[in-house]
Protein backbone atom coordinates (compact mmCIF):
# COMPACT_ATOMS: atom_id res chain seq x y z
CA UNK A 1 0.00 0.00 0.00
CA UNK A 2 1.31 3.42 -0.85
CA UNK A 3 1.67 6.01 1.99
CA UNK A 4 1.99 9.71 1.35
CA UNK A 5 1.58 13.02 3.11
CA UNK A 6 -0.86 14.25 0.91
CA UNK A 7 -3.11 13.49 -1.35
CA UNK A 8 -4.68 16.17 -3.71
CA UNK A 9 -7.41 15.10 -5.99
CA UNK A 10 -7.60 17.58 -9.11
CA UNK A 11 -4.40 18.58 -11.17
CA UNK A 12 -6.02 22.74 -11.17
CA UNK A 13 -4.88 26.00 -9.81
CA UNK A 14 -6.24 25.10 -6.27
CA UNK A 15 -4.65 21.63 -6.37
CA UNK A 16 -1.22 22.76 -7.87
CA UNK A 17 -1.10 25.69 -5.20
CA UNK A 18 -1.49 23.26 -2.52
CA UNK A 19 0.83 20.89 -3.71
CA UNK A 20 3.43 23.06 -4.20
CA UNK A 21 3.36 24.67 -0.46
CA UNK A 22 3.45 21.20 1.04
CA UNK A 23 6.02 20.00 -0.46
CA UNK A 24 7.76 23.07 0.33
CA UNK A 25 7.68 21.90 3.89
CA UNK A 26 8.93 18.55 2.81
CA UNK A 27 5.68 16.16 2.79
CA UNK A 28 4.88 13.94 0.27
CA UNK A 29 2.50 14.60 -1.76
CA UNK A 30 0.51 12.81 -4.72
CA UNK A 31 -1.57 14.86 -7.04
CA UNK A 32 -4.35 12.55 -8.68
CA UNK A 33 -5.74 14.05 -12.20
CA UNK A 34 -8.36 12.34 -14.14
CA UNK A 35 -8.19 14.14 -17.03
CA UNK A 36 -4.70 14.00 -19.54
CA UNK A 37 -3.94 17.08 -18.70
CA UNK A 38 -2.59 19.83 -15.15
CA UNK A 39 -4.17 22.85 -15.03
CA UNK A 40 -7.90 22.25 -15.31
CA UNK A 41 -10.08 24.83 -17.14
CA UNK A 42 -6.87 26.90 -17.77
CA UNK A 43 -5.28 24.61 -19.80
CA UNK A 44 -3.27 26.28 -22.32
CA UNK A 45 -0.99 24.69 -25.36
CA UNK A 46 0.95 25.94 -27.99
CA UNK A 47 -0.21 24.72 -31.27
CA UNK A 48 1.48 24.04 -34.64
CA UNK A 49 1.70 27.65 -35.84
CA UNK A 50 3.37 28.92 -31.78
CA UNK A 51 0.51 30.08 -30.66
CA UNK A 52 -0.84 29.73 -27.52
CA UNK A 53 -4.26 28.16 -27.64
CA UNK A 54 -6.61 28.26 -24.27
CA UNK A 55 -8.77 24.79 -24.88
CA UNK A 56 -11.35 25.62 -22.36
CA UNK A 57 -11.21 29.40 -21.59
CA UNK A 58 -9.00 32.76 -21.42
CA UNK A 59 -8.44 33.42 -17.40
CA UNK A 60 -7.18 36.89 -16.94
CA UNK A 61 -5.14 37.28 -14.12
CA UNK A 62 -6.58 40.24 -11.95
CA UNK A 63 -3.73 42.10 -9.70
CA UNK A 64 -6.02 42.52 -6.61
CA UNK A 65 -3.80 41.03 -3.95
CA UNK A 66 0.18 41.79 -3.24
CA UNK A 67 0.43 38.42 -1.26
CA UNK A 68 -1.00 36.37 -4.93
CA UNK A 69 1.00 38.66 -7.11
CA UNK A 70 4.12 37.98 -5.08
CA UNK A 71 3.77 34.15 -5.23
CA UNK A 72 2.79 33.69 -8.85
CA UNK A 73 5.75 35.49 -10.26
CA UNK A 74 7.64 33.24 -8.65
CA UNK A 75 6.71 30.72 -11.87
CA UNK A 76 6.41 32.72 -14.42
CA UNK A 77 6.78 36.10 -16.25
CA UNK A 78 4.11 37.85 -17.21
CA UNK A 79 2.33 40.43 -19.60
CA UNK A 80 0.72 43.21 -18.02
CA UNK A 81 -2.41 45.34 -19.46
CA UNK A 82 -4.04 48.36 -17.21
CA UNK A 83 -7.51 49.44 -18.20
CA UNK A 84 -10.05 52.28 -16.86
CA UNK A 85 -12.91 50.93 -15.27
CA UNK A 86 -15.80 53.40 -16.37
CA UNK A 87 -17.99 53.74 -13.32
CA UNK A 88 -14.87 54.40 -10.74
CA UNK A 89 -12.06 55.74 -12.85
CA UNK A 90 -9.57 54.08 -11.48
CA UNK A 91 -7.09 51.57 -12.91
CA UNK A 92 -7.18 47.95 -13.19
CA UNK A 93 -4.42 45.66 -14.07
CA UNK A 94 -4.59 41.95 -15.54
CA UNK A 95 -2.23 40.17 -16.61
CA UNK A 96 -1.40 36.29 -18.37
CA UNK A 97 1.66 34.51 -17.94
CA UNK A 98 3.63 34.43 -20.94
CA UNK A 99 4.14 30.71 -21.68
CA UNK A 100 0.63 29.87 -20.41
CA UNK A 101 -1.18 28.59 -16.96
CA UNK A 102 -0.06 25.55 -18.02
CA UNK A 103 3.81 26.10 -17.74
CA UNK A 104 3.49 27.78 -14.89
CA UNK A 105 1.41 25.59 -12.94
CA UNK A 106 3.80 22.61 -13.91
CA UNK A 107 6.69 24.92 -12.70
CA UNK A 108 4.68 24.43 -9.16
CA UNK A 109 4.54 20.83 -9.58
CA UNK A 110 8.70 20.21 -10.23
CA UNK A 111 9.16 19.61 -6.89
CA UNK A 112 11.18 15.96 -5.50
CA UNK A 113 8.36 15.67 -2.97
CA UNK A 114 5.81 15.42 -5.60
CA UNK A 115 3.97 12.46 -7.77
CA UNK A 116 1.67 13.43 -10.35
CA UNK A 117 -0.78 10.70 -11.72
CA UNK A 118 -3.36 11.55 -14.72
CA UNK A 119 -5.75 9.80 -16.49
CA UNK A 120 -6.08 8.44 -12.98
CA UNK A 121 -9.75 8.49 -11.00
CA UNK A 122 -9.45 8.93 -7.42
CA UNK A 123 -12.14 6.84 -6.54
CA UNK A 124 -10.57 3.91 -8.54
CA UNK A 125 -7.23 3.36 -6.56
CA UNK A 126 -8.26 5.52 -3.34
CA UNK A 127 -8.10 2.52 -1.18
CA UNK A 128 -4.91 1.47 -2.27
CA UNK A 129 -3.43 4.70 -0.17
CA UNK A 130 -2.86 5.93 3.17
CA UNK A 131 -2.30 9.47 3.93
CA UNK A 132 -2.54 12.15 6.40
CA UNK A 133 -4.44 14.77 4.27
CA UNK A 134 -6.81 14.53 1.22
CA UNK A 135 -7.77 17.74 -0.64
CA UNK A 136 -10.48 17.06 -3.10
CA UNK A 137 -10.95 20.44 -5.43
CA UNK A 138 -13.50 18.50 -7.43
CA UNK A 139 -17.69 19.12 -7.07
CA UNK A 140 -18.06 18.29 -3.57
CA UNK A 141 -21.58 16.39 -5.05
CA UNK A 142 -19.59 13.91 -6.50
CA UNK A 143 -17.38 13.21 -3.48
CA UNK A 144 -20.15 12.32 -1.16
CA UNK A 145 -21.73 10.32 -4.08
CA UNK A 146 -18.80 8.32 -4.49
CA UNK A 147 -19.00 7.42 -0.46
CA UNK A 148 -22.46 6.55 -0.37
CA UNK A 149 -21.86 4.40 -3.96
CA UNK A 150 -19.26 2.72 -1.54
CA UNK A 151 -21.09 2.73 1.57
CA UNK A 152 -23.89 0.60 -0.51
CA UNK A 153 -21.92 -1.56 -2.66
CA UNK A 154 -20.32 -2.95 1.05
CA UNK A 155 -23.22 -3.09 2.48
CA UNK A 156 -26.26 -4.17 0.13
CA UNK A 157 -30.02 -3.63 0.89
CA UNK A 158 -31.87 -7.36 0.89
CA UNK A 159 -35.31 -5.23 -0.24
CA UNK A 160 -36.55 -3.00 -2.42
CA UNK A 161 -39.69 -0.58 -2.39
CA UNK A 162 -41.10 2.24 -5.01
CA UNK A 163 -42.32 5.41 -3.47
CA UNK A 164 -44.11 8.07 -5.03
CA UNK A 165 -42.10 11.67 -3.80
CA UNK A 166 -44.29 14.59 -5.02
CA UNK A 167 -42.24 17.61 -6.28
CA UNK A 168 -42.62 20.61 -8.29
CA UNK A 169 -43.60 20.38 -11.86
CA UNK A 170 -41.08 22.32 -14.19
CA UNK A 171 -43.08 24.30 -16.45
CA UNK A 172 -39.99 25.07 -19.12
CA UNK A 173 -36.59 24.95 -18.34
CA UNK A 174 -34.89 27.56 -16.82
CA UNK A 175 -32.18 29.62 -18.36
CA UNK A 176 -29.17 30.24 -16.40
CA UNK A 177 -27.33 33.45 -18.01
CA UNK A 178 -24.52 33.01 -15.65
CA UNK A 179 -23.60 29.63 -16.76
CA UNK A 180 -23.13 27.11 -13.17
CA UNK A 181 -24.22 28.64 -10.26
CA UNK A 182 -22.79 29.11 -7.33
CA UNK A 183 -19.04 26.90 -8.42
CA UNK A 184 -15.93 27.58 -7.01
CA UNK A 185 -14.18 26.36 -10.40
CA UNK A 186 -15.74 29.75 -12.01
CA UNK A 187 -14.17 32.32 -9.29
CA UNK A 188 -11.39 34.48 -11.02
CA UNK A 189 -8.50 32.88 -11.09
CA UNK A 190 -6.91 35.00 -8.71
CA UNK A 191 -9.55 34.03 -5.94
CA UNK A 192 -8.91 30.45 -6.23
CA UNK A 193 -4.89 31.16 -6.03
CA UNK A 194 -5.88 33.09 -2.72
CA UNK A 195 -8.07 30.50 -1.34
CA UNK A 196 -5.67 27.87 -1.56
CA UNK A 197 -2.94 29.63 0.02
CA UNK A 198 -5.00 31.30 2.50
CA UNK A 199 -6.08 27.22 3.33
CA UNK A 200 -2.41 25.89 3.83
CA UNK A 201 -1.43 29.21 5.78
CA UNK A 202 -4.72 28.39 7.88
CA UNK A 203 -4.18 24.54 8.21
CA UNK A 204 -0.47 24.74 8.95
CA UNK A 205 -0.76 27.40 11.37
CA UNK A 206 -3.68 25.10 13.54
CA UNK A 207 -0.93 22.15 13.07
CA UNK A 208 1.65 24.04 14.69
CA UNK A 209 -0.66 25.08 17.38
CA UNK A 210 -1.61 21.33 17.99
CA UNK A 211 1.94 20.24 18.33
CA UNK A 212 2.47 23.54 20.69
CA UNK A 213 -0.54 22.15 22.84
CA UNK A 214 0.81 18.38 23.02
CA UNK A 215 4.33 19.84 23.95
CA UNK A 216 2.63 21.43 27.30
CA UNK A 217 0.84 18.86 28.34
Known amino acids: MNKFDIIIVGAGI ?3 VLAQHYASI ?26 LVFKYNC ?12 YVTQFSEWRQDSV ?8 ECTALPISGYTQMLQKMLDYPYIEVMLNTDYFDIGHDITFEKLFFT ?3 DQ ?15 DYSRTVNYPYPEMIANVYFTGGTLANYKYLPIEVALKNAIVLF ?11 NAFKNL
Open 14 to 16: SGC
Open 26 to 51: KKKVLVIEKRDHIAGNSYDYIDKNGS
Open 59 to 70: PLFHKTENEVWE
Open 84 to 91: TKEKTDTL
Open 138 to 140: GAS
Open 143 to 157: YSENLIDSYFAENPN
Open 201 to 211: NNLERMNIAKQ
